[in-house]
């Protein structure tokens, strides 16, 4: 499309939802693919359920994300008097009407027309009133058309059509002055420009009066995308019992940004048996004629399997400023240590999340080490005293200090005594990291320097009964 003009549209009563942060992936690949222009408009009209910290969590997720705007935030709250001006246009030109049916009124009509087995929609009570009522609440409702039809041809979904006379005579200002969703919605995309709107499957049932509300106005209609839904492993709509469903939530469980993107993308999206892509290729690649009509099931493992991807591939310098605020929440300060990049090396293929890298990584950097006391009883035995002292004898000579130089005072002992790897290894890594279980013992040798290695092998030698 030419002057292509997109947007995401989220309500700020809450979290960035998954669902939404796909939704505001496809509307960005879309424009960055087409060199058009990404607008972000927050919806802020629910005043009772709107907050400045959704708000502020919605463009935080963003920003994690990488999902830059070029225009916006425009908040709906601060547009009330473009929203009353168009509300008196329609009023004005006999496409909308004042409504002063009560709520128990509208209820018996409903109950009504079910036990006659009609649509229980608006009869139209207040249609033809000739003049208003004084000093009567009232809503205001669009006057739809009855007959006929309205059509659309989604870009996903393909030709979709309503009867006219399926579709009642929408409210589009409550009794309190303030305007509806369906209205605003449809005022903000036409001031603004946005000719694609790319949004979630729930809201087809609101394209059909939303185009007769573009039509009343007198503006441009734009092309709609209607994105299937995400689910469950039990095939319902994804909600918090199906695990974490903010976006946020995952960056604190430990997954990288790359890795929720890939996943978001290919949730509804595919091209060819590709499963990895950067950013830079789904911007070349991405099409809204390959997502799926079908809905799309959240694969909490999938997503794992990429954050282990991306981690095990990622530069390990950019890994270590992401490590920092994890370790930091274990109390640990990553500043008083061996140098991060080095430790994500040692540690890269062990770790799917953060989280778990961060634990692993816990033991570089805390000042007194926390001992597994099956593994001292174990290992740090009597007979290992002389193999620990020669250890670190040989240690102490060396003038350069690398995985080679290490390795070469291990296989010396271990020749000297005719021993295998793990006779020593062990040890040393009970007496190192507190437990059984590490990156190489070299690596971690190299990694904690001399001097913390010296300390922590003199350390435990009382423990062997030195």
């Not at 919605?185 to 007769?212: E, Y």
């Not at 008083?336 to 090396?345: A, N």
């Not at 190192?432 to 990156?439: E, I, K, M, V, Y």
Request: with cysteine; charged share 25%; aromatic share 8%.
């Amino acid at each position: 499309m030419e002057n292509l003009r997109v947007r995401f549209a989220p309500s700020p009563t809450g979290y960035l939802h998954i669902g939404g942060a796909r939704t505001a992936l496809f509307n960005y690949l879309v424009a960055r693919k087409e060199k058009g222009t990404f607008v972000l408009r927050i919806e802020d009209t629910d005043v009772a359920r709107s907050t400045q910290e959704s708000v502020d969590a919605i463009l935080q997720a963003m920003e994690w994300l990488g999902l830059s705007y070029d225009e916006g935030p425009y908040y709906q709250s601060q547009r009330t008097e473009l929203y009353r001006e168009k509300i008196e246009q329609l009023l004005v030109s006999g496409r909308a009407y004042r409504c002063y049916c009560t709520a128990e009124e509208l209820e018996e009509k409903r109950q009504k027309a079910q036990a006659e087995g009609r649509k229980p929609k608006y009869d139209g009570t207040c249609r033809t009133l000739a003049a208003a009522v004084a000093d009567k609440p009232f809503v205001v409702r669009f006057l739809a058309p009855e007959e006929g039809e309205t059509t659309f041809v989604d870009r996903i979904k393909g030709p979709i059509t309503f009867r006219n006379e399926e579709l009642d005579d929408l409210i589009i200002q409550r009794s309190d002055g303030t305007p509806t969703y369906n209205f605003v919605v449809v005022v903000d995309d036409a001031t603004m420009g946005i000719n694609l709107v790319i949004r979630g499957d729930d809201h087809i049932n609101n394209t059909p009066r939303q185009i007769q509300l573009y039509q009343a106005l007198g503006c441009a209609i734009p092309q709609f995308a209607h994105v299937p839904m995400i689910l469950g492993a039990d095939k319902t709509r994804l909600s918090k019992r199906h695990g974490a469903t903010s976006v946020m939530a995952y960056k604190d469980l430990g997954y990288l940004p790359e890795a929720m993107v890939n996943y978001l993308v290919r949730l509804g999206w595919s091209h060819g048996d590709q499963e990895i892509f950067s950013m830079e290729e789904l911007i070349e690649k991405f099409s809204l004629e390959n997502v799926g009509k079908s809905a799309g099931v959240f694969n909490p493992g999938k997503l794992l399997w990429l954050n282990e991807h991306y981690i095990k591939t990622g530069d390990p310098v950019r890994l270590g400023q992401c490590l920092a605020e994890f370790l930091q929440q274990k109390g640990l300060d990553p500043m008083d240590g061996p140098p991060l990049p080095d430790v994500v090396r040692t540690l890269q293929d062990r770790a799917k999340t953060l989280v778990e890298m961060a634990e692993g990584a816990a033991f570089y950097y805390k000042k007194e080490l926390e001992f597994d006391g099956k593994a001292v009883a174990k290992f740090l035995t009597q007979d290992k005293i002389v193999l620990l002292k020669e250890l670190i004898s040989g240690l102490e000579e060396l003038d350069l200090w690398n995985v080679e130089t290490i390795g070469g005072v291990f296989n010396k002992i271990l020749a000297d005594h005719e021993l295998k790897l793990p006779a020593i290894a062990q040890p040393v890594r009970v007496a190192l990291t507190g437990g059984t279980t590490s990156p190489s013992i070299f690596d971690v040798i190299a990694v904690l320097g001399r001097e913390t290695t010296l300390k922590r092998l003199d350390d435990v030698l009382p423990l062997c009964g030195a």
